[in-house]
Every structure is written in structure tokens, then in C-alpha cells.
């Protein structure tokens, strides 16, 4: 007959590893069966209760509690086990390096007032509080805690931005700070890649991946998973590009993630494409629009990532340069309308344009692009498949009767805020006999009148009915750039820096990104460990849950204003 | 001042490119400012409102009839426009062969015993009907008309799949069959790439680029927009895909659409690899889990589709073998289940399986796979992050303690129905020590009851304090085989062919695709005027609409039962 045992020790508290060791220790004592070590919140309490380790419901038990209970063969086995608890704790914590430790944050702080990072791994409840007494001393925050509501990252994020500060996470597991790493992190060489990563094991994987193919890491940034939800709006993804941006160290970045919420993508890439350095992108989930779009190179997969990544680093700047022979003029564009004849090449185009330009406005609905209230009015940058029902009901094709859009072509070219005009010329059978003897002149005469740019993607071959080499020529005597694909349109583009309000963070500044790491940790003691196996400085804060882990009393001392 | 006249013209049907050929004539006429000339429908004399060329609302009009409007500056000029219409619409049809025209299919498919196709192209409310007459005569069906009802769509590929045929459509705008274009088609040298594109100019783009790069197509088979949807299933476009798995012609494939279904995209991913040739696959939208599945090349763009056919297609079959060192054994494996620390490497092969295995089920919420309903008990398929907050409240992360990896591996091998257990093991400062240690006797021990598989994924560097060939070696010696990224794992799986249901449509007989192409026209004349350009076989049927258009005439003719 087993027999279930607990006991609660008021106010001891251990963090999850030390407590970890103390249940596999107990597990291996004679006549134990299971046994379990926790901190005694409810949670925690159900979890024990779940596994059969709580016979009956503990009342009184506080979240600041250690709660040990065992399962064993006879009482005798569990009163044996029970017993040994003090020194099996004793035993697990002898290796650690108990020279000194500080009782909380802001006194680790005053000894140590170089330390320009924070890590925070206390149990979720209690991290926001570490994570902003550590902003308000000016440290940059690796967030590793988890359960942290939401409304507490967009706060701290917000704080954190406006002192030119990071915060990595919450639930961050990773990070390479000037070469030591934070959390959990594979040891890689320096080198000239740049990481920012909403993806823990995601990150783990390229560094890991780009050290193999003999390359190495300048700075590896973490968010949390969380911080391309729109919600947060991706602040410390933003500011992590930036600051690679502006490191000279950093040759090539990658930015990886999972699934990233659509609203915040657009903003993203853009930022990306303002680094003005290669950026490789792997958003798990995000289908990319073409295999590059100015300088951003998107990859299907982690292990694709590391192999750009190696790549563009082996590759000499100049010949970087856009692989089409359209080199673009580095000047603006206005408004961009799209007149589509081609509901596909109108869609692949919107597809890579929300890489760049925004508010961007289609008759065709995807995700996180405006749907036109009326097609027949542009508005912003708009892409219009005009083979699409609503323009097609009682006349023929786009692709055979050019009429609609020479009205169209007249309409856009006569609205001031129209910069450029991108239209699709598809030849073939079946397709109107001569397309450019109609296009050409309403450009030409829209031209005449203003400087309104005109750019036409041509799908043909040279057998066509139409003459290919006419027709591209005829377009171009009339003042259009001619692209052969969608892909070349968009990277010509995408080239070109769009008028649309650049949103910059305000800088991080890089001095804690450039001299050598000096850390100080709150919460789980290997992480501390793992910092000074690195050969970087550190301090461990011997923290404890505030009023004993007392939540009334928690709430009672936070209202009396601190 | 300007006047505005119209005429109708009871029971008179031209197309709608005739009819454009009429208005464009009309608005060269001296004195007229605009013309429209439409067939009356609803819709049609709704656009002419909204055009300001119908000034009163016309009364008795039905669909049947032909109805001509003018807005000029005169009434002499609006009454001689009027009057010219008769010569107009006889000098528009000049061209046309008039040589003989049968009224109807039947008597059309009657005449021209061998013709394979039916190209329908009339107005969408007559257009199920035409194509299930070519259906009942034994043709295969090319659908160019629109707004036929996805209800019809269905029943209409019921239809045609139980009789070994296709329907290309409905608003499918091109094909190129056995050489010759049907609809929209641009022409191209004749090859070894066979297409199946449910996007119009999609597949026009990319058979033209197949061409510029001195490539050519065997069969480029349009299924329409709506086809990938999951009412419809994707009907054609498996059956297009057993087509050219099918004919010796074909060498390498290219799968092109719009946004698909996440419903569909499994069963049409696994279909492909079916095929057992190389398939370049670019659904818009779509995100691809890798650069290359198995025998799937994804492609982020029209263009790339076009180049990595050219490519493949220059490749040795021989050379096509997997690039990393491990030759999977053709042989099943059972259910599948991940159990990984890592959730962004979960997500990489959970979007990499749904291509090729289901039903796929998780505890990570994405698109069409199933939810877990306990977590704790795994269905089917399954991929489980054992790093997520429902594991890991209470608990140190399965990166620093193995328990509950254990446990779970013990509980997997059990049962019966699983055949393969994959793993990651991240390596790194942070992480257990040896965690080789502890999985590879779980292994051998799982191994040592029951023949089941074992996979490891392994993320590590040479430098990381754990020795990263000590782990491999010892995973490996325990029975496991080791990958070294979750691209390099999906790679070996999807060489495999799983246990699943494979559903095969009847097949479609290659004859009509290996014969000249000899084909019926009923509706857009031009198109009747291309294939005949291309040198091949066809008879334009001299249509109009039953009943003279009149709806309710209609109606009840079709309950009278024919």
C-alpha cells in the first residue's frame, strides 16, 4: 500500500532548477515512488494534485511557500523522505559560488554600476516588477520569465523605448550579447551576422547554423515570442534592426520569427529595407512575394536562413547591385496605381508591395490590405484587377479591349498624388492584337501633361501573334520602364525608397552592445552560471518573492505607491 | 446640347467581342460622343445607366435582345449612328468564315465526331448547361466563361471526374493542350514541363518564362479560379496532376495558383509528390516549409517557378537524390509523434508535414491542423511542444529537464499505432548537460520491446559545452538516426510514402492530349479564330441563347425535363 505524504515550509523559497534537483534526488531515495517540489501556488498545487501528490486540498499554502510532498511505499519510506529535504537542498546548491550575493535588484545595482544588463527569469507574476525597477536603473532586460500578461510587455516596451533601452522578451530564451550568451545559447564565433529573433529556438538554430557554414555572430537580439502581435507592434524587433543597422560590426542581418501577426509584417520589412544592409527574413508562415525584394532575401527555412546568411557574407558589396539592368533613380515615388489586366500578376504584385508600401488598397482582398470602398476611386497606393467581376459584367476582357483602362490610365494620371502607373501588357492568342498602339499614346499624352511615371510588366514570348520586341519597344518610345516580370518590377521598387512616414524608434545607443558584457541575474541560478562559464562578469541577486510571495499583501504594499 | 437614343433589337445575339467592335466603330462616327452596345440583360442595361446612355428605363427588354445606345451631339448625328448599325456589325463580321455554322452543340459534336474539347465561353447563366451537354457528348470541357455559381462548379466536376474527363474552369482564361492555346495563351516552344495553374495569367507568365529560357510545355492544364477551394476540392487540378504524372511526355511539373484552401493544400501537396517527378509548386500566398520537400521545389514567385522548371529539367534524374547523406528506405512508417523542446522547431516541421501527412494534430494552433483536445494524449499525427505554458507551469523547460520528455517516450512507444518518435535536442549554455544521456536509454529501452523508429533532430555547435559529437555518436549508437536541421528531417520523411488514404481519381485518358487537338467553339468567336491560327482543327457553333434569352421560357423548358 503506497502511502502520500507533504509538507509545507512557510516562506522558503527556491527557484525551479534547485527544486527540480530536490525531486529527482527524492525520486531516488529508497521505498519513494514520486515525489514532487514546488513553490506553492495554485497552479503549482494542481499540478501536485494532478499527479496524485496531494491527497488532500492545503489550505493556507502561499505562492511564497515551498510545498515538498511525496508518494512512497510505507509511511516509514515518506517520514525518511521527508527528513532529508534540508540536506538534499544543502547538497544541490553546494557547487554554486555563494561568495556574495545581494538581497535585491537595486543593491546589486550600486555594486555593480557597469552592468548594463539584467536577466529576469522569476516566476511570471513577479517579473514585470524586476523588469522595470531594472529599466528605472537605466540596465537593458532579458526577459526570460513567461506568463506575463500582455498589457505588462506593451507597458514595459513603451518604457523601455523611451529611454533608449531593450527589453528581450518576456519568455526570451535566447540571446548573443557581444559574444556571451544570455538564456539559453549555443556557443558560436563572432563574426559580422546579425540576428533579431521573435523565435527562441528559431534564433538558436541560425546562429548555430551559420557558425557550421564557418561564419559568425555579431549580436543575436531576442524579443519574446510575442512582440510581432500587433498588440506590441514588434518595438523591440524595430529597435533591433535598428541598432544592427548602425552597427559597424554587422555585415549581413537575419530576422526571424514565427507566425507574425499581418498588420505588423509591412512595418517590419520596411524597416528591414531601411538598414541598407542584406536582410535575410524567414517569418515561419509568411509566404514571401519573390525570392529577394531589394535588399531583403527571404528564406524558407531555418537552415535556408544560416546558408544566405553564409552566403551574402562571402559576397563583395558591389555585387550586390539589382541582377535586372534597370539601376533605379534613389529618388521618391508618389501614389502607386496598379492597373491589372492579370487578376494573378495584380496579386503577386500586391503581395510583395505590402513588403514596402503602405496604406496599400486593392479591389482583390487579402489579409491585411484595404479593400476599396468603390474600385472605380483609387486611393493611397491601390492595385486593381480590372479582369475582376465588378469591371468585367457586360464587356469584354481587359486582356482584349483596352478601353477601361485608358479611361482608368486618364483618371490616375490626372490625380496629383499619383506618382507612377504600373500596368501589365499580356500578349498571346486570344489576347487584343496590339496592345502597346493603344497604351502607348495615353501614356505618352499623360506624360505630355505631367510627370507621372509609367512602368509595364509584358508577359509574351516572340512567337506571339503580337510582336514581343514592338511592343516592349513602342512602350518604352513612350516613356515606360518595362519589366519582364513581376519580380523585376518589385525589385526595382522596392530600390526605391516610397514618400511614407518612417517611423524610427528613438536609438538605442550601442556602448552596451560594444564593450565587454557585465550582467546581473534574477531568478534561475544557471543562467547566472552559464554567464561567468562564458568568462563574462556577473552578479546573482539572492531575490525572493516580495511579502513572502503574500499576493494580498503584494497588492496592499504596490497601492501604498512604490 | 447632347442627345441620347437607343434602340433594341428583339432576339438578336452577338458576342461580347463583336458587340465592342460595334461601340468602338459607333464612337468613330462624327457627332457621337459615347455608344454602348450590349445584349439586355439586367446588369448590362444597369452599366449603360450608370453611363448616362439610357435615359428612361427600358421595359420589356430581355437578355436575348441586342440593345444599342448613343449619346451625341445632334439628333441627326445620333439617328444616322443608329441607322449605320447594320453595316457596322457586317463590316465587324467580314473576317469570319462564315463557311458553314451548325446552331447547336449536339449537331456541332455531330459534324466533328472527334473533336476532343468543347470551349465554352458564353454568358455564365448559360454556360453550366452548354458544358454538361459537352460532358454528356464525351468531351472534355474548356471553361472560359464566368459567374457561373460554385454550386454548378461542383456538380459540374462530379460529373466530368466520373467520366474520365476534365473541366478546365469555369473563368479558367487559358490552356495550352497538345500545342495549341486555348483562351488566353501565349505561344511557347513544345516540352517536357507539364502545368497545372488554377491562375490565369499566372500560368501564362510562367509558360512564358519556361520559354525564354529555352524550355518548352508538354500540357498546361487551367482548372480555374475557384478549383483550390474546399467545396470544389481541387477536383481538376489532382486530376491534372495524375495527367501528367501519367504522360511520358512530361518531365517536370509546375503547380501554380492563386491563394489556396489550407483544406486543400494537403491532399493537392501529397498528390504532387505522388507523381514522382519533380514538381516546382507556387501558390501565392502560401508559405512554403522549405525550399524543397521531397521531389516539391517550392517557388517564391512566377518567375522562380519558371526558372527552377528550366532548371530541373536540365538535372540528371540521377543527380535528384537527396542532398543529405541519409537514403530513406522506401518503406511506410506508422503514426507519427514529435516531441520537441523547441517550439519554433515544432512549428518548421509541423508546416513541413502538412504537406504531405494527415491527419496532423497539435498542441500549436495553426491553420487547418487539429487541436489536441488533451494535450497529454496524443491522435493520429502529432507534433507537441513540451516547451508550451500547459507543460511547463511548475516546471523547469524541457531544454533543462527531460522528465517529461521521458515519460512522454514511454508512453509513445506504447502505442501500438506509432511508428516513428522524432525528437530536438538543443544543445547550448543554458541547457541540460548531457541530455544524450538520458534520452538515448530511453531509446535503446523503446527500441529493445518494439521496432520503432527514432529521429533526432540535433542544434548544436563543436564549442557548445555539451560535446556535440559525443551527443550525436550516443543518439545514434541508441538506435536513433540524426538530422542535423528540421529541413534535413522533413527532406528524409517526405521521400517516404506514409500510411495514409490515397485517393486517386479515375484516371483521364492521355489520348486527348497526345492527339491533334480538334475542338468545338461555342461563344467567343476570337477564340474559334486563334485556334484555327494555330493551324488546328475547329468548328465554331453559331450559338444563341435558348428561348431567345427569355428566363422564365427558360425555365420552364428545363423542369419539362430535357
Known amino acids: 500500500m503506497t502511502v502520500v505524504r507533504s509538507e509545507v515550509r512557510p516562506g522558503v523559497y527556491h527557484d525551479s532548477i534547485v527544486l527540480m534537483q530536490l525531486q529527482v534526488s527524492l525520486m531516488d531515495l529508497p521505498g519513494v515512488l514520486d515525489a514532487g517540489a514546488v513553490m506553492g501556488s495554485p497552479e503549482n498545487l494542481q499540478i501536485l494534485e494532478a499527479n496524485e501528490l496531494l491527497p488532500e486540498t492545503l489550505s493556507g499554502v502561499r505562492a511564497g511557500d515551498l510545498v515538498v510532498a511525496v508518494k512512497a511505499e510505507s509511511e516509514d519510506d515518506a517520514a525518511r523522505a521527508l527528513r532529508s529535504v534540508e540536506a538534499l537542498l544543502v547538497r544541490g546548491g553546494s557547487e554554486v559560488n555563494e561568495d556574495f550575493r545581494p538581497r535585491s535588484l537595486s543593491s546589486a545595482a550600486r555594486l555593480s554600476p557597469g552592468a548594463g544588463w539584467v536577466l529576469v527569469s522569476v516566476p511570471g507574476r513577479y517579473a514585470a516588477g524586476v523588469a522595470r525597477e531594472a529599466l528605472e536603473l537605466g540596465r537593458h532586460v532579458f526577459l526570460y520569465s ?42 558560436v564565433r563572432r563574426g559580422a551576422v546579425g540576428l533579431v529573433g521573435a523565435a527562441g529556438t528559431g534564433l538558436q538554430a541560425v546562429t548555430a547554423g551559420i557558425h557550421a557554414r564557418g561564419a559568425g555572430v555579431s549580436q543575436a537580439i531576442g524579443t519574446g515570442g510575442r512582440d510581432l502581435q500587433a498588440e506590441v507592434g514588434g518595438v523591440t524587433a524595430l529597435q533591433g534592426l535598428d541598432l544592427l543597422a548602425r552597427d559597424p560590426e554587422t555585415r549581413v542581418i537575419v530576422l526571424v520569427s514565427k507566425p507574425p501577426e499581418p498588420a505588423v509584417v509591412g512595418r517590419l520589412l520596411a524597416a528591414a529595407q531601411r538598414t541598407g544592409k542584406p536582410v535575410v527574413v524567414n517569418l515561419l508562415g509568411y509566404a514571401p ?27 563583395e558589396p558591389e555585387s550586390r547591385s539589382p541582377a535586372s539592368g534597370h539601376r533605379a533613380e534613389a529618388r521618391d515615388f508618389g501614389y502607386l496605381r496598379g492597373l491589372f489586366s492579370g487578376g494573378t500578376l495584380a496579386l503577386e504584385v500586391l503581395q510583395g508591395l505590402r513588403a514596402f508600401l503602405e496604406p496599400l488598397h486593392s479591389n482583390m482582398s487579402i489579409d491585411d490590405v484595404l479593400l476599396l470602398a468603390d474600385p472605380s476611386q483609387s486611393e493611397a497606393h491601390s492595385i486593381l484587377d480590372l479582369g475582376a467581376d465588378e ?53 505618352e499624352a499623360a506624360r505630355a501633361v505631367r510627370d507621372v511615371e509609367f512602368a509595364a510588366i509584358v508577359v509574351g514570348t516572340e512567337e506571339d501573334p503580337q510582336d514581343l520586341g514592338e511592343q516592349v519597344e513602342s512602350l518604352a518610345r513612350a516613356g515606360a520602364r518595362v519589366f519582364r516580370d513581376t519580380a523585376e518590377a518589385l525589385e526595382d521598387l522596392a530600390r526605391r525608397r516610397p514618400r511614407q512616414p518612417g517611423v524610427e524608434p528613438p536609438p538605442v545607443p550601442l ?7 557585465s550582467a546581473i541575474n534574477v531568478g534561475v541560478e544557471s543562467f547566472f552560471d552559464s554567464i561567468v562559464d562564458q568568462g563574462a562578469d556577473a552578479l546573482h541577486v539572492d531575490w525572493r518573492p ?7 499583501l503584494m497588492e496592499i504594499l504596490s497601492k501604498m505607491g512604490r
Open 546 to 552: 516580495p511579502a513572502g510571495g503574500n499576493e494580498r
Open 391 to 443: 469591371f468585367t459584367v457586360g464587356r469584354p476582357h481587359p486582356m482584349i479591349d483596352n478601353d477601361l483602362r485608358l479611361r482608368r490610365i486618364r483618371q490616375e494620371a490626372a490625380d496629383p498624388e499619383v506618382g507612377l502607373i504600373l500596368l501589365d501588357v499580356v500578349l498571346g492568342d486570344g489576347a487584343h492584337p496590339d496592345p502597346a498602339s493603344e497604351l502607348a499614346p495615353a501614356i
Open 289 to 315: 512575394p519573390a525570392p529577394r525584394l531589394g535588399s531583403l532575401h527571404f528564406a524558407a527555412s531555418l537552415g535556408e536562413a544560416a546558408r544566405l546568411a553564409a552566403e551574402l557574407l562571402r559576397e
Open 146 to 187: 513567461d506568463n506575463v500578461p500582455i498589457a505588462q510587455e506593451v507597458v514595459l516596451k513603451a518604457e523601455a523605448r523611451s529611454r533608449g533601452l531593450l527589453v528581450m522578451g518576456p519568455d526570451c530564451g535566447t540571446a548573443i550579447i557581444n559574444g556571451v550568451g544570455f538564456g539559453f545559447a549555443n556557443r
Open 511 to 517: 556602448d552596451a552592445f560594444q564593450s565587454p558584457v
